[in-house]
T-cell receptor
Framework: AQSVTQLGSHVSVSEGALVLLRCNYS??????LFWYVQYPNQGLQLLLK??????LVKGINGFEAEFKKSETSFHLTKPSAHMSDAAEYFC???????????FGTGTSLTVIP | EAGVVQSPRYKIIEKKQPVAFWCNPI?????LYWYRQNLGQGPELLIR????????DSQLPKDRFSAERLKGVDSTLKIQPAELGDSAVYLC?????????????FGPGTRLTVL
């Protein structure tokens, strides 16, 4: 069965600082991996996805994530945080057939001015 | 292009009452998903439709929950009767197909409060 673990339910960074949100997956076969962002009172929006092409994936709003099979990780980064990045971030995993899709418990990002 | 539309946005009911949520997916999207998101948690899949067929409803509590997508377009999720533990945000999403690489587009959700 697929699952993802997001380390740190709350992360605070200063404006302009590096953003690092952690995600580890559990799967016997490298799955497809996704990062979604959820702003208050809004639905989830896809930031980026890994589908077995390039291991470094670039997404919207300056975010990127790197798939590391040896570490079973798919951490999300952004070089310089903006106030507008404050939101809830979810890592998700899908098996290759699309039969299973699971979200992590989320990480709330706070950006301090 | 319109995104996924859900209504109502908010619903407050007393326990044991019925409630229904409506979702209209993005035009042309064959796959529709209903998720439940509890406070402080990630969304959990309740049911997935491929056109009008429910292809995965293993996580749907069938004693009180039901869903339909009669013409393969919009969908309704119903709870009858509602319990206190059903308080959550119910999210609808759609994608072009059931392929695992297709992006799921989410609606804003319906926030249900059961008193």
């Amino acid at each position: 069965a697929q699952s993802v673990t997001q380390l740190g339910s709350h992360v605070s960074v200063s404006e302009g600082a590096l953003v690092l949100l952690r995600c580890n997956y559990s799967s016997s076969v490298p799955p497809y991996l996704f990062w979604y962002v959820q702003y208050p009172n809004q639905g989830l929006q896809l930031l980026l996805k890994y589908t077995s092409a390039a291991t470094l994936v670039k997404g919207i709003n300056g975010f990127e994530a790197e798939f590391k099979k040896s570490e079973t990780s798919f951490h999300l980064t952004k070089p310089s945080a903006h106030m507008s990045d404050a939101a809830e971030y979810f890592c998700a995993v899908s098996d290759l057939a699309g039969n299973q899709f699971y979200f992590g418990t989320g990480t709330s990002l706070t950006v301090i001015p | 292009e319109a995104g996924v539309v859900q209504s109502p946005r908010y619903k407050i009911i007393e326990k044991k009452q019925p409630v229904a949520f409506w979702c209209n997916p993005i035009s042309g999207h064959n796959t529709l998903y209903w998720y439940r998101q509890n406070l402080g948690q990630g969304p959990e899949l309740l049911i997935r439709y491929e056109n009008e067929e429910a292809v995965d409803d293993s996580q749907l509590p069938k004693d009180r929950f039901s869903a339909e997508r009669l013409k393969g377009v919009d969908s309704t999720l119903k709870i009858q009767p509602a319990e206190l533990g059903d308080s959550a945000v119910y999210l609808c999403a759609s994608s072009l197909s059931v392929s695992s690489t297709d992006t799921q587009y989410f609606g804003p959700g319906t926030r249900l409060t059961v008193l």
